[in-house]
Nanobody
Framework: QVQLAETGGGSVQAGGSLRLSCVVSGDTRRVYMGWFRHIPGMSASDREGVAVIDSTGATYYADSVKGRFTISQDVNKNTLYLQMNSLKPEDSATYYC?????????????????????WGQGTLVTVSS
């Protein structure tokens, strides 16, 4: 069982940066790790796939964040990161750390919460114009 805990959300002006962190515990050898977000107006249980990383370090991004967001991991610290630069008001959302064997399939798509094996509690990001 994988357990996830995010930190690092907050409020920032458009064009600014934030870094989200996710402390990971449990066996992650057979899952992808990633970041999803719930944007206001989405169905309550749905989340959009933002970025995913696999055990080799290969990364996958939604088109909407390519070139602005970077996912990375520090295996020694058991921590997953999402560096968000050039933030836009439309990036405002609750961001969730996630783990699932099929997580890569969710990048750039809306997925139902119950379809993913593990979620963190979420951290709110607000970008003002």
């Amino acid at each position: 069982q994988v357990q996830l805990a995010e930190t690092g959300g907050g409020s920032v002006q458009a064009g600014g940066s934030l870094r989200l962190s996710c402390v990971v515990s449990g066996d992650t050898r057979r899952v992808y790790m990633g970041w999803f977000r719930h944007i206001p107006g989405m169905s309550a249980s749905d989340r959009e796939g933002v970025a995913v990383i696999d055990s080799t370090g290969a990364t996958y991004y939604a088109d909407s964040v390519k070139g602005r967001f970077t996912i990375s991991q520090d295996v020694n610290k058991n921590t997953l990161y999402l560096q968000m630069n050039s933030l836009k008001p439309e990036d405002s959302a609750t961001y969730y750390c996630a783990a699932d064997p099929n997580l890569r399939l969710g990048v750039g798509h809306s997925v139902a919460g119950p379809a993913v094996a593990a979620w963190g509690q979420g951290t709110l990001v607000t970008v003002s114009s």
